[in-house]
C-alpha cells in the first residue's frame, strides 16, 4: 500500500510550482517548473490512465478525444471553452495564465453545480495527467536536495520510481527548507480532491465503498466535483464500527489501513479533507480568519470553537467525525504527533509504523503514557504538554469521541442524558447517573468513564473539564485566586470550600460528579499521588500510573494508606511479637504523604459516595435507614447513628471511619466549619497540628457552651459524643491511654459507658481496699476522670439513665435543652414526680456527684470561678464541702450560692446524698434511728427522716463527737434557710405562704422564716408543721448558734458574759439564761427581750409537747431556768426515799431470821 500510494504523491509534486506566486519571481527554478505545468498537453486519447484505474482511462481518453487539439506547448486551462464561463464568473483573472492556480480556484468551490459538467471532466483529467507524468521527480530532486541529504532514509531511495517524493511526504514534518516544504504541502491538494486519484486506495476500499454506499468509483457513475464525500462516509462507518452501533458494516482492515492514513496524510492542512473543507469553509472564516493554514492550525481553532452557537451543524458533525478519528490513531493530528514525536519515542510509546490502528497507536494510550510520565517527574516538553491539554479537554467536552462511552452507556444516555452532549454537559450527566444522583448504571457503563476520566486526568488541571471550569470560575475567582490557574491544589481548594458561603450550586454538583471517579483511583489526585507513590510502593505493592494489578486495585489502594498512615506506636498501635521500632517505622508513611491522606480523608468526609468502600458496603443501609438524609454530611451521621443495625459489613467500614475522625476530628470538614470561630479563639493551638491525636475535640467539648458556640457547632460536637459512647475505640485518647486496661480488666465489654463504669469500679474499689497499687494506671485514671466528666454534661452520653427518664423528660423537661446537664438538672428538681424507675437512676446519679463532686457538671461549671478562688487547695471530692463553707462570703457569686443551696436540700433529704455525714455516723445511724431504716424500701428516699432523727439525739446530747459536729453543721445550715430542713418544708409549705409570706419570698437566707413560724406557734393549725417546729425549739436549747436570730441579738452578751465558756451542748444559752436572771447583770435590750420570748416559747412547748422519755425529761429539767430548785427537790426525794429504804430493810430482815428460828 505504501510503495502504491507513493507514485501519484511524486507526480504531484510538479503541480505545486506554479501555485507559489510570491517565490517564482525569485526563483528560476520554480518559474521553469511553472512552466512544464502549463506545457503539459491538454487531455486526450493519447493520455494513459491512472495506475489502478482502468475504467476511469477509458472515460478520460473519450473525454479527451472530443476536444480540440492544441499544440503541444503553452497550453492554458483558461483558453478552453468549456471551462471559460465557469472561470470568468469564479476566477479572478490575474490567475487565468496559471493553470494551478486557476485549478485550485476551480476545485475549492463549495457548490457542485457551480462548475459544468464538461469543465468538470476536463479538470479531472487534467490533474490526472498531472498525477501520472513522471518527470517531475526530478523537480523534488532539484528543490530539495538539501532536505533529501540531511533525510538518509530519502536519500537511500531509488529514483524514477516515485518512492523518494512518497518518503518526502512521511517526513514533511522534519523539512525545515520552506520550497520544499511548499512543494510536498501543495502536491497533496490535487491528490485529496478525489479519492480515485490515490493510488491503491480504490482497490483496497472498493468493496467497503459499495457496500456502504458512499459513492461510485467511476467518473461516469457519480461525477461530482469532488469525491470527498466518499472518503467521509468511510470515516463514519470507521467510526460507527469502532462504537459497535447497531447494524455497523465490518470495514476490511485494508480499507482501515487506507483510511487512517489518508486522515494522516490530511492532517497538516484542512484543505486536505475535502469533505471537511466544504463542509466547515464559512465557519473557518467566521472563527480562523486570522489563522493560517497548514500544521494542523485551523483544524484546532475549529475544534475549540466546535461548540460554539454560531457553528454549522454540519462542520460541528465533520469536526466530530475528524476527533473521532484522532482517538483511534493520534497521527491524525498532526500537531499532537509533530509536538510529542520525541517524548513518545523517549518514553517508549511510538506505535509500530505497521501497526497504524494497534492499541498503540490510540490516543488514549498516548495520553496515558505520557502523563505516567509526567506524573513520575519526568520531562516532557511544554509543547506536547500543551498538545495533550487540548485533547484531554477534547475528550471532556465531547462523549462521542470515546467509543466505549458510546458502547456501553448507549441506555443511560438515552434514558437520562438525551440531549445534553455540548461542553461535556453528557459526561457530568452520566458521571451523576454513576454517582448514584439518578438511578443504577451498568458496570460497564461505569468502567468506560472511570476510564476516560483516567485518560483526560481532570484531577491535574481543573481547565480541562469545561463544565466545571465555566460553573466553578466566580468560586475559583474569590475563594482561591491565591492558587496559579491550572494548579491541581485548585480542586482541593474548591472541595474545602464546599458547602460554604462561597460555593455555588453548579459548581458544587459538578465538583462531586467528578471527585466522586477521582476518589476511586488513588493516581488521579496528582498531589497524593507525587507525595505517596513511594509508600504505595513500598507499602502497597503498586505497579506504574498506567497500570493496575488485580491483587491492588486502584480503589484499595488508598485504603492501603489511610491504614498506615495511623499506625505508629505512640497512637496506640500495639507492636506485633517481635518486630522492632525499625520495622514499625518502615511501616508507617512519610509525613509528606501522611498530609496527603490526612487532606483527602477530610474532603472524602463531606461525602458518603466520595469513600468507594463505604457506599460499596453500605449501600443497603442506606437506602433502609438513611433515605430521607440528604442533606450534606447526613448520611455519615446517619450510619454511625444506626451503627448497631447496620450489616457487618457497613458497621466494619463505618466503625473504621469514626475511629479515625475520634483521632482526627478535622476528617470532618463539614464540623470544621460550622466551629471556626470556636477553634479561632480556644482552640487554635491543637487545631494547626497535622494529627491531633484526639486534641481538637477535646478542646470543643470543654468549650461547647462558649458564646462563639453555635448550634451547628454545638449539635455537631454532641453527634460525635453520642457516637462516642457506642464503642470505647471511638474515644481516641481514652483508647489509647486505656486500651491495656480494658482488655486486662474489662475484657468483651465494648460500649464505653459500660467500659468507663468498669474502669471506674475498679479504681473505687481500689481507693476503699486501700490496695498498694492500683490496678488501673495512671494514665487511664487521668482519662477516665475526663470522660467521666464529659458524660455528666448531657445525659444521652448516659444512655441507661437516658432511656429511664425518657418518658419523665417529655412529660416534664420537654423544653430543657439537653446540653450543660440541663435536663439532669431539671429531672433533680421534679424528683418527686419522677416515675420509680428514673427516681432510682437519679438518685444513683446524685448520690456519686455528692462523693465525687467533680461529676457534678452544673455545680462545677455554675461555680468554677468561685472554685478557683476559694478552694484551689482542696481535693475534688472536698470541692462542694469547701463551696458550703465560704458559701456566706460576701465575695461569693450569687448564682454559685444558689446552687450550693440547692445542693445542700438535696444532701439533707436523704444522708447517703451527705458521705461526710454517712462517715462521721456510721455508728450513730442504726443505734437511733434504726426503725426508720426499717420501714424504708432500698429504693426509696428517706426526705430527711434520719438527719431529724438525729437532730433530736443532738439535742439530746447522745450523739458520737463526729456526728455531733456534722449535725451541728446542718442544723447551723438550716437554721438560716428553711429549705435545707426536708420535713419543716414538707409539713409547713402551706403555713409558711400563709403566715411569713413576705419571708420566704425575700429568700434572705438569715433565719426569718424559722423565727415567723416561731413567733407564730399558736397560729400553726397543721399539727405536723407545729410538732417540727416545737423540735426546732428543743434544738434550738443545744446550741445557740443554731437560732442565728437569737445568736445575732445576743452576740454582745456571749462575749461580755459568756466568753469563757465554750460553745455547744447548751452552756451558752444556759449562761445567758443565769445572766437574765441575775439582776445584776444588763443584758442588751433585744437580746433580753429575744432571750425571754424563747423562754416563754420553751414553756409552752412542754406543756404542748411533753417529754417523750426519760432522756427527753432530763434534757428539760436541765434546759429549764428553774433547773437548780428542780435538781435540788429531785435531789431531796431522792434522800428521803433512800432513807425509807433503808428502814425497810431493817425490819424485813427481822421478820426473815424470825421465820428461820422457827
Known amino acids: 500500500m505504501a510503495d502504491c500510494i507513493r507514485v501519484p504523491l511524486l507526480l504531484l509534486l510538479m503541480c505545486i510550482v506554479s501555485s507559489l506566486h510570491p517565490i517564482q519571481g525569485q526563483n528560476n527554478l520554480i518559474s521553469k ?16 490512465p491512472a495506475a489502478g484505474v482502468p475504467v476511469a482511462a477509458e472515460r478520460i481518453l473519450g473525454a479527451g478525444a472530443s476536444l480540440p487539439r492544441r499544440r503541444s506547448t503553452g497550453w492554458k486551462l483558461a483558453e478552453e471553452g468549456v471551462c471559460r464561463e465557469d472561470l470568468t464568473r469564479l476566477c479572478p483573472k490575474h490567475s487565468w495564465n496559471n493553470n494551478l492556480a486557476v485549478l485550485e480556484c476551480l476545485q475549492d468551490k463549495k457548490e457542485e453545480t457551480e462548475i459544468a459538467a464538461e469543465c468538470n471532466h476536463l479538470l479531472w483529467n487534467y490533474k490526472l495527467n498531472l498525477t501520472t507524468d513522471p518527470k517531475f521527480e526530478s523537480v523534488a530532486v532539484e528543490v530539495c536536495k538539501t532536505t533529501i541529504s540531511e533525510i538518509k532514509e530519502c536519500a537511500a531511495e531509488e529514483l524514477g520510481k516515485g518512492y523518494l517524493v512518497s518518503c518526502l511526504v512521511d517526513h514533511r514534518g522534519n523539512i525545515s527548507d520552506y520550497q520544499c516544504n511548499q512543494y510536498i504541502t501543495k502536491m497533496t491538494t490535487i491528490v485529496f480532491s478525489d479519492y480515485r486519484l490515490i493510488c491503491g486506495f480504490m482497490d483496497q476500499c472498493r468493496e467497503d465503498i459499495n457496500a456502504l454506499r458512499c459513492g461510485s468509483i467511476s467518473t461516469g457513475e457519480k461525477d461530482i466535483h469532488s469525491q470527498g464525500e466518499v472518503i467521509a462516509c468511510l470515516e463514519k462507518g470507521l467510526v460507527r464500527e469502532a462504537e459497535e452501533q447497531p447494524g455497523a458494516h465490518p470495514i476490511k482492515e485494508d480499507c482501515k489501513k487506507s483510511i487512517m492514513r489518508v486522515a494522516e496524510l490530511s492532517s497538516d492542512d484542512f484543505h486536505l479533507d475535502r469533505y471537511l ?56 493530528s498532526y500537531s499532537l504527533a509533530k509536538a510529542c514525536k520525541s517524548d513518545l519515542r523517549k518514553y517508549h510509546c511510538s506505535a509500530d509504523s505497521n501497526m497504524p490502528r494497534a492499541r498503540e497507536a490510540r490516543l488514549s494510550y498516548l495520553l496515558l503514557c505520557l502523563e505516567s510520565a509526567v506524573h513520575r517527574g519526568r520531562v516532557v516538553s511544554g509543547e506536547c504538554q500543551g498538545e495533550m491539554m487540548d485533547y484531554r479537554r477534547m475528550l471532556m467536552e465531547d462523549f462521542s469521541l470515546s467509543p466505549e462511552i458510546v458502547l456501553h452507556c448507549r441506555s443511560e444516555i438515552e434514558g437520562h442524558c438525551s440531549g445534553l452532549h455540548r461542553k461535556g454537559r453528557t459526561l457530568h450527566c452520566l458521571m451523576r447517573v454513576g454517582r448514584g444522583d439518578m438511578g443504577a448504571i451498568a458496570p460497564d457503563c461505569q468502567r468506560a468513564l472511570q476510564t476516560l476520566i483516567q485518560e483526560a486526568d481532570p484531577g491535574a488541571d481543573y481547565r480541562i473539564d469545561r463544565a466545571l471550569n465555566e460553573a466553578c470560575e466566580s468560586v475559583i475567582q474569590t475563594a482561591c485566586k491565591h492558587i496559579r490557574s491550572g494548579d491541581p491544589m485548585i480542586l482541593s481548594c474548591l472541595m474545602e470550600h464546599l458547602y460554604t458561603e462561597k460555593m455555588v450550586e453548579d459548581c458544587e454538583h459538578r465538583l462531586l460528579e467528578l471527585q466522586y471517579f477521582i476518589a476511586r483511583d488513588w493516581k488521579l489526585d496528582p498531589i497524593l499521588y507525587k507525595k505517596c507513590q513511594g509508600d504505595a510502593a513500598r507499602l502497597c505493592h503498586t505497579h506504574g500510573w498506567n497500570e493496575t494489578s488485580e491483587m491492588m486495585p486502584p480503589g484499595a489502594i488508598f485504603s492501603c494508606l489511610y491504614r498506615h498512615a495511623y499506625r505508629s506506636v505512640e497512637q496506640g498501635r500495639r507492636l506485633v511479637s517481635g518486630e522492632s521500632e525499625a520495622e514499625t517505622w518502615r511501616l508507617t508513611l512519610s509525613r509528606d504523604c501522611k498530609v496527603e491522606v490526612q487532606r483527602i480523608l477530610h474532603q472524602r468526609a463531606l461525602d458518603v459516595k466520595l469513600d468507594p468502600e463505604l457506599q460499596r458496603r453500605c449501600m443497603t443501609d442506606l437506602g433502609k435507614w438513611c433515605s430521607e438524609k440528604t442533606e450534606a454530611g447526613q448520611e455519615l451521621e446517619c450510619l454511625q447513628d444506626h451503627l448497631e443495625d447496620l450489616v457487618s459489613d457497613c458497621r466494619d467500614v463505618v466503625g473504621n471511619l469514626t475511629e479515625l475522625e475520634s483521632e482526627d476530628i478535622q476528617i470532618e470538614a463539614l464540623l470544621m466549619q460550622a466551629c471556626e470561630p470556636v477553634i479561632q479563639t480556644y482552640c487554635h493551638e491543637v487545631a494547626d497540628n497535622q494529627i491531633n491525636t484526639g486534641d481538637l475535640m477535646e478542646c470543643l467539648v470543654l468549650n461547647k457552651h462558649q458564646k462563639e458556640m453555635n448550634e451547628k457547632c454545638a449539635v455537631g460536637v454532641t453527634h460525635f459524643q453520642l457516637i462516642q459512647i ?25 460500649k464505653k459507658v459500660d467500659v468507663v463504669i468498669c474502669l471506674s469500679t475498679t479504681v473505687r474499689n481500689d481507693t476503699l481496699q486501700d490496695a498498694k497499687e492500683q490496678r488501673v494506671s495512671i494514665k487511664c485514671r487521668k482519662q477516665l476522670r475526663v470522660e467521666e466528666v464529659e458524660m455528666s454534661e448531657d445525659i444521652r452520653l448516659e444512655p441507661e439513665l437516658y432511656d429511664s427518664c425518657k418518658q419523665d423528660i417529655n412529660r416534664l423537661c420537654q423544653n430543657v435543652a439537653f446540653g450543660n446537664a440541663q435536663v439532669i438538672e431539671c429531672l433533680k428538681e421534679n424528683k418527686r414526680q419522677l416515675t420509680q424507675r428514673c427516681h432510682q437512676r ?23 470561678h468561685m472554685i478557683r478562688r476559694f478552694c484551689t487547695e482542696s481535693e475534688g471530692k472536698n470541692v462542694l464541702q469547701c463551696l458550703k463553707q465560704n458559701k456566706n462570703s460576701e465575695l461569693m457569686d450569687p448564682k454559685c450560692k444558689q446552687m450550693i443551696t440547692k445542693r445542700q436540700i438535696t444532701q439533707n433529704t436523704d444522708y447517703r446524698l451527705n458521705p461526710v455525714l454517712r462517715k462521721a455516723c456510721k455508728a450513730d445511724i442504726p443505734k437511733f434511728c434504726q426503725p426508720i431504716l426499717n420501714k424504708a424500701t ?20 447522745r450523739l458520737s463527737p463526729d456526728c455531733e459536729a456534722q449535725i451541728q453543721v446542718i442544723l447551723q445550715e438550716s437554721a438560716l434557710d428553711y429549705r435545707l430542713d426536708p420535713q419543716l418544708q414538707i409539713h409547713c409549705t402551706q403555713e409558711i405562704s400563709r403566715l411569713c409570706p413576705e419571708e420566704a419570698a425575700a429568700q434572705e437566707q438569715t433565719g426569718q422564716v424559722e423565727e415567723c413560724l416561731k413567733v407564730n406557734l399558736l397560729k400553726i393549725k397543721q399539727e405536723g408543721c407545729k410538732k417540727e417546729v416545737l423540735n426546732m ?15 445575732t441579738a445576743c452576740a454582745l452578751d456571749i462575749k461580755h458574759q459568756c466568753a469563757a465558756i465554750p460553745p455547744g451542748r447548751g452552756r451558752q444559752m444556759s449562761c445567758l439564761i443565769e445572766a437574765l436572771q441575775d439582776k445584776r447583770v444588763r443584758l442588751q435590750p433585744e437580746c433580753k427581750k429575744r432571750l425571754q420570748d424563747r423562754i416563754d416559747m420553751w ?36 434522800a428521803l426515799l433512800f432513807m425509807g429504804g433503808l428502814l425497810c430493810g431493817r425490819i424485813t430482815k427481822r421478820v426473815t431470821q424470825e421465820l428461820k428460828d422457827r
Open 33 to 48: 517548473l511553472a512552466v512544464n505545468a502549463d506545457n503539459q498537453q491538454k487531455p486526450a486519447g493519447g493520455v494513459g
Open 277 to 332: 473543507y466544504f463542509a466547515c469553509r464559512e465557519d473557518r472564516e467566521r472563527f480562523c480568519e486570522n489563522t493560517l493554514a497548514g500544521e494542523g492550525r485551523v483544524y484546532k481553532c475549529l475544534f475549540n470553537h466546535k461548540f460554539e452557537e454560531a457553528m454549522s451543524e454540519r462542520c460541528r458533525e465533520a469536526l466530530t467525525t475528524r476527533q473521532k478519528l484522532i482517538a483511534q490513531d493520534y497521527k491524525v
Open 726 to 750: 457506642k464503642d470505647f475505640r471511638f474515644s481516641y485518647k481514652f483508647k489509647t491511654a486505656c486500651k491495656e486496661d480494658v482488655l486486662k480488666l474489662c475484657p468483651n465489654i465494648k
Open 842 to 864: 437519679i438518685f444513683k446519679l446524685q448520690e456519686n456527684e455528692m462523693v465525687d463532686p467533680e461529676l457534678d457538671y452544673q455545680l462545677m461549671r455554675v461555680c468554677k
Open 938 to 957: 432500698a429504693d426509696s428516699e428517706l426526705e430527711g427522716q434520719v438527719i431529724s432523727c438525729l437532730k433530736l439525739k443532738y439535742a439530746d446530747q
Open 1033 to 1047: 425549739l428543743k434544738e434550738s436549747k443545744a446550741d445557740i448558734f443554731v437560732d442565728p436570730v437569737l445568736h
Open 1099 to 1134: 414553756s409552752y412547748a412542754a406543756k404542748v409537747a411533753p417529754a417523750d422519755g426519760f432522756s427527753d425529761l432530763a434534757m428539760q429539767v436541765m434546759t429549764s431556768p428553774s433547773k437548780n430548785y428542780i435538781l435540788t427537790v429531785i435531789g431531796a426525794g431522792v
